[in-house]
């Protein structure tokens, strides 16, 4: 089965840093899209950002360049998230996914997402 699992979630001040990972599993990992993505509370999910396994250069979605940097470990069949300067409002619960494509559009499966809370 694939399986994704992401942690590193918890709470941090505004300004604040984490760092998210997801590590998985069932799949061929050298020839997939990870995206990661997250849902606040009554509004809809958004893409961060997504990484092709294959030349692992992260792309980037508007809702948080500049503030974040995602990566890649083949050898550990994970990627990650670092996050900065966090804000209230990045407040929600964070989710990777796996495009099996490998074009990074349609994700067909996503982990338990980790909860991020910004709160001074």
């Known amino acids: 089965d694939v399986q994704l699992q992401a942690s590193g979630g918890g709470l941090v001040q505004p300004g604040g840093s984490l760092r998210l990972s997801c590590a998985a599993s069932g799949f061929a990992f050298y020839d997939v899209a990870i995206g990661w993505f997250r849902q606040a509370p009554g509004k809809q999910r958004e893409k961060i950002s997504f990484?092709?396994?294959?030349?692992?250069?992260?792309i980037y979605e508007d809702s948080m360049k500049g503030r974040v940097a995602m990566s890649s470990d083949n050898a550990k069949n994970s990627v990650f998230l670092q996050m900065n300067k966090l804000k209230p409002e990045d407040a929600a619960v964070y989710y990777c996914?796996?495009?099996?494509?490998?074009?990074?559009?349609?994700?067909?499966?996503w982990g338990k997402g980790t909860l991020v809370t910004v709160s001074s």
């Open positions: 990484i092709k396994i294959s030349d692992g250069i992260p």
């Open positions: 996914a796996v495009d099996p494509t490998g074009i990074g559009e349609v994700y067909d499966y």
